[in-house]
């Protein structure tokens, strides 16, 4: 939301410590919004609503002077523009009910939760959005500031102020449930939002949100794993099923986009949403290798399932001999076919099965990279572990094992081919294509693929004409473009992330630090202090 309008807030309470937590529960300044000095009375907030120019108000219904409701009563009169709601105990649900009539949006219930207020504020950009020439803007604000926060509930243990969740979801506080849709390729759903994260994040949002038919439930997407959406609601295990299968049969019209559902049981309060996202991830671990959508819910699988080990110590110790002997034959041989890597989705593997395999290979590499080629070594098998990961991912076993042929090309001997002119003209277009499209979804196959020319082939010729291997080409590109959008730009992190190809900003972060020694974060502190 650069150079555009701070929305400012004003808070009314008679009580000093409720004006404090409120004020400080939310960072505004994140989401271009200000939170003014708070009044202590009705008739503080008449005589500053001229000077200051609300667009937000939040007011106790019980306070000296002027009370909530003839505020609220005044304010719909001389100032209609004002979106407004109040805040009050149990005990005044009666009185409070005037307030509806007076124009307030939302009726808040003490003690007001940080999750609350940020419905409430959210609620409240929406309705002015509608109003507004730049009402995208704003609910991508909205959208923004509703991920933010309820992403915070399931990466920190603790949250502060949120004790449990109130009725003003129309929620009861506990017997929630939860659903993670995990789209794992996300990069399929819209090529040209690449440039607007928040977008595309608001539209597959609002999908999900039309399709559950739940005005009451909350969705949100993980601000650091892009293609994680969450809904928590009170629906049931049967009706989130039916839900899901809507959003699935939805989906099924944009080409090769997979998704996976977890759904857990109605057993947890917003307070321990964290361990609900956490058995999630434990479902989602159960799905089977394959390109097709699965629906899982939680007591619908075993859930002691034995992981069965596909790579034994045998083939450990003849991958090694291979390595040091430098034949890339036995070792392509070894990864792929002795392990059945090369038909995991066939033989029914498990995600959990695969991510655990190329794991145990990644880690026989690196101790071989290190020794072979010391730590630069090391540090371009980290590199190609990420890209293998991301494969993984994309529950794509082509791309898994040609990221791994990639890896043992990159350990092997160098060999000199001699490739023709038309062959190092391909390198060169392939080199330019990366340049121009590093935003894209880019791997060894895909680009194998779209210039004509075996995977393999592709990554020996590549690795000899431009002197690394074409995965660590596509990741040293991304990590100038991020850089450089660090330096000159004021851009989110999470964004930037994504505007270089990368939907999960945890991997992203990993990646950032591996190539230049430290943490985004810390590289666009040191950005900002060189200036």
């Given at each position: 939301?650069?150079?555009?309008?701070?929305?400012?807030i004003?808070?009314?309470d008679?009580?000093?410590?409720?004006?404090?937590?409120?004020?400080h529960?939310?960072?505004?300044?994140?989401?271009?919004?200000?939170?003014?000095?708070?009044?202590?009375?009705?008739?503080?907030?008449?005589?500053?609503?001229?000077?200051?120019q609300?667009?937000?108000?939040?007011?106790?219904?019980?306070?000296?002077?002027?009370?909530?409701?003839?505020?609220?009563?005044?304010?719909?009169?001389?100032?209609?523009?004002?979106?407004?709601?109040?805040?009050?105990?149990y005990?005044?649900?009666?009185?409070?009910?005037?307030?509806?009539?007076?124009?307030?949006?939302?009726?808040?219930?003490?003690?007001?939760?940080?999750?609350?207020?940020?419905?409430?504020?959210?609620?409240?950009?929406?309705?002015?959005?509608?109003?507004?020439?730049?009402?995208?803007?704003?609910?991508?604000?909205?959208?923004?500031?509703?991920?933010?926060?309820y992403?915070?509930?399931?990466?920190?243990?603790?949250?502060?102020?949120?004790?449990?969740?109130?009725?003003?979801?129309?929620?009861?506080?506990?017997?929630?449930?939860?659903?993670?849709?995990?789209?794992?390729?996300?990069?399929?759903?819209?090529k040209?939002?690449?440039?607007?994260?928040?977008?595309?994040?608001?539209?597959?949002?609002?999908?999900?949100?039309?399709?559950?038919?739940?005005?009451?439930?909350?969705?949100?997407?993980?601000?650091?794993?892009?293609?994680?959406?969450?809904?928590?609601?009170?629906?049931?295990?049967?009706?989130?099923?039916?839900?899901?299968?809507?959003?699935?049969?939805?989906?099924?019209?944009?080409?090769?986009?997979?998704?996976?559902?977890?759904?857990?049981?109605?057993?947890?309060?917003?307070?321990?949403?964290?361990?609900?996202?956490?058995?999630?991830?434990?479902?989602?671990?159960?799905?089977?290798?394959?390109?097709?959508?699965?629906?899982?819910?939680?007591?619908?699988?075993?859930?002691?399932?034995?992981?069965?080990?596909?790579?034994?110590?045998?083939?450990?110790?003849?991958?090694?001999?291979?390595?040091?002997?430098?034949?890339?034959?036995?070792?392509?041989?070894?990864?792929?076919?002795?392990?059945?890597?090369?038909?995991?989705?066939?033989?029914?593997?498990?995600?959990?099965?695969?991510?655990?395999?190329?794991?145990?290979?990644?880690?026989?590499?690196?101790?071989?990279?290190?020794?072979?080629?010391g730590?630069?070594?090391?540090?371009?098998?980290?590199?190609?572990?990420?890209?293998?990961?991301?494969?993984?991912?994309?529950?794509?076993?082509?791309?898994?094992?040609?990221?791994?042929?990639?890896?043992?090309?990159?350990?092997?001997?160098?060999?000199?081919?001699?490739?023709?002119?038309?062959?190092?003209?391909?390198?060169?277009?392939?080199?330019?294509?990366?340049?121009?499209?590093?935003?894209?979804?880019?791997?060894?196959?895909?680009?194998?693929?779209?210039?004509?020319?075996?995977?393999?082939?592709?990554?020996?010729?590549?690795?000899?004409?431009?002197?690394?291997?074409?995965?660590?080409?596509?990741?040293?590109?991304?990590?100038?473009?991020?850089k450089?959008y660090?330096?000159?730009?004021?851009t989110n992190?999470?964004?930037?992330?994504?505007?270089?190809?990368?939907?999960?900003?945890?991997?992203?972060?990993?990646?950032?630090?591996?190539?230049?020694?430290?943490?985004?974060?810390?590289?666009?502190?040191?950005?900002?202090?060189?200036?």
């Amino acid at each position: 939301m650069t150079a555009k309008k701070i929305y400012k807030i004003l808070i009314a309470d008679d009580e000093y410590w409720t004006r404090e937590k409120l004020c400080h529960m939310i960072a505004w300044e994140k989401y271009s919004l200000e939170c003014l000095e708070p009044a202590k009375d009705g008739e503080e907030v008449l005589e500053r609503l001229a000077d200051e120019q609300v667009d937000i108000l939040i007011t106790d219904i019980n306070m000296p002077f002027v009370n909530g409701v003839e505020l609220l009563s005044k304010l719909k009169e001389s100032y209609p523009e004002v979106v407004a709601f109040v805040i009050s105990g149990y005990d005044d649900f009666d009185y409070v009910k005037e307030s509806f009539m007076s124009g307030s949006v939302n009726y808040l219930v003490k003690p007001v939760t940080k999750i609350d207020l940020v419905n409430a504020i959210v609620k409240a950009l929406q309705i002015i959005g509608e109003r507004e020439n730049e009402k995208l803007q704003l609910l991508k604000a909205a959208s923004l500031i509703q991920d933010r926060e309820y992403s915070q509930l399931i990466t920190e243990r603790k949250a502060p102020y949120v004790p449990g969740i109130s009725n003003n979801n129309g929620m009861e506080p506990a017997g929630l449930s939860f659903m993670m849709i995990k789209i794992h390729n996300l990069h399929i759903l819209d090529k040209c939002s690449r440039s607007d994260k928040n977008l595309l994040s608001y539209k597959i949002k609002k999908e999900i949100s039309r399709l559950s038919r739940d005005e009451n439930a909350v969705v949100f997407n993980h601000i650091y794993r892009s293609n994680e959406f969450i809904m928590i609601t009170s629906k049931g295990e049967k009706e989130l099923t039916r839900t899901a299968e809507k959003i699935r049969i939805f989906f099924q019209k944009y080409q090769d986009v997979c998704l996976t559902f977890c759904i857990t049981a109605p057993s947890y309060s917003i307070d321990s949403v964290d361990r609900a996202y956490r058995d999630a991830v434990t479902l989602l671990m159960t799905r089977k290798f394959q390109k097709i959508d699965e629906i899982i819910v939680s007591g619908g699988q075993p859930g002691s399932q034995k992981m069965a080990s596909h790579f034994n110590g045998e083939q450990e110790k003849q991958l090694k001999r291979a390595l040091k002997s430098g034949n890339e034959e036995l070792a392509a041989k070894t990864v792929l076919e002795e392990s059945g890597l090369s038909r995991c989705a066939e033989k029914g593997w498990t995600y959990i099965e695969v991510k655990q395999t190329v794991k145990r290979l990644m880690n026989i590499f690196a101790d071989f990279a290190a020794e072979a080629f010391g730590n630069k070594g090391l540090a371009d098998i980290e590199n190609l572990s990420d890209s293998v990961d991301k494969a993984v991912e994309y529950l794509d076993e082509q791309q898994v094992c040609a990221a791994l042929l990639d890896t043992i090309d990159y350990l092997a001997p160098e060999s000199r081919t001699s490739p023709n002119a038309t062959m190092k003209g391909i390198v060169r277009e392939v080199a330019e294509y990366i340049d121009a499209h590093y935003y894209e979804e880019l791997s060894l196959v895909s680009l194998a693929a779209d210039f004509h020319v075996e995977s393999s082939y592709l990554s020996k010729v590549f690795r000899q004409e431009i002197g690394e291997t074409l995965i660590l080409y596509i990741t040293r590109k991304r990590m100038e473009k991020a850089k450089n959008y660090m330096r000159n730009s004021e851009t989110n992190l999470t964004e930037i992330a994504f505007m270089v190809g990368y939907d999960d900003y945890t991997y992203f972060s990993r990646v950032f630090k591996k190539n230049t020694g430290v943490s985004p974060r810390e590289y666009r502190n040191r950005c900002l202090e060189g200036n």
